[in-house]
């Protein structure tokens, strides 16, 4: 080696021991391929925009397109080969019976295909509750489902939108969310979309299951916790393809000094099923029960749920002899959420007792 470069001989030689190691590197095994995950993008916060980053609270939803939401989150492609369907944009407030059955029935087609892995829907957070528990209940597939919102728009500062997304793909491209029922990631966690609600509505820690999150999103992996236990999605008896219409359900909110009026109006606007948002253990007030005797009567169900804010726990005949008037009692179920698995189950039954195992096991 001439004097010239004498001084690099030690970088040239450690470079020369080093590349054999460099080319055992681009023969290694090629990268695993990526899952291919749809995102069903419906409206809400998480695809709002308010007029400055200072505004978190004041702000129109359902106003970004899900192109640029995707946009918006450049990391997705490290995590799976992702698209997007705008399926609708509307603040979830204004979901209707026809909004979820027209999603249900995308969601099904999507999971039939050997092109798909996995489904993102990004939501309102006002109602994802309701559609993550009804798609639980009649999406027959193991490919992960997971329902994502946020509490502040991706205008403001400290957006949870982008993250909350990232995290939805990640357990939507990951093979050990398969079989879990439909899933939320909200605010790192991973809840059950049968078990979670929207407990505060100022907060990005907005959504709470009285049993607890299922797992952990933490930088793109997840870690899991438990299993949920009730039926769902491949073992559910309800299939979102043998559903047309959805029946009317209502729900009426207990309170001191209640009458029967909300309860004779639902009956009068053809509600199949009443669900008693009640105080305490589902209680319904005294002077109401005659209205109620008299639409059961009718054929209309009551079915007992509870409006206290951190998990009611409705059983039957401990207050309220639900036998000798033949109501249902809603379990651990909210009332939105009762309502929800009434609409289902009636498409199936209008039997009580029926019912009531339907409450019992979903
Ligand atoms: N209006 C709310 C909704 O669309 C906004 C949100 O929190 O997502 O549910």
Redesign the pocket.
Known sequence: MNNLLQPFAPAALALLLLLPLGAQATEAEPAAKLANVVILAT????A?AGASAANSATYT??KVPVEQLLASVPQLSNLANVRGEQVMQI???SISNDNLLQLGKRVAELAASPEVDGIVITH?????EETAFFLTLVEHTEKPIVVV???RPGTAMSADGMLNLYNAVAVASDPSARGKGVLVTMNDEIQSGRDVSKSVNIKTEAFKSPWGPLGMVVEGKSYWFRLPVKRHTMNSEFDIKNIRSLPRVDIAYGYGNVDDTAYKAFGQAGAKAIIQAGTGNGSVAARVVPSLQELRKDGVHIIRSSHVNQGGFVLRNAEQPDDKYDWVVAHDLNPQKARILAEVALTSTQDSKELQRIFWEY
């Open positions: 409206g809400g916060t998480i709002g939803a359902a603040a979830s407030e309102g957070t006002d109602t994802l919102g946020s509490m």
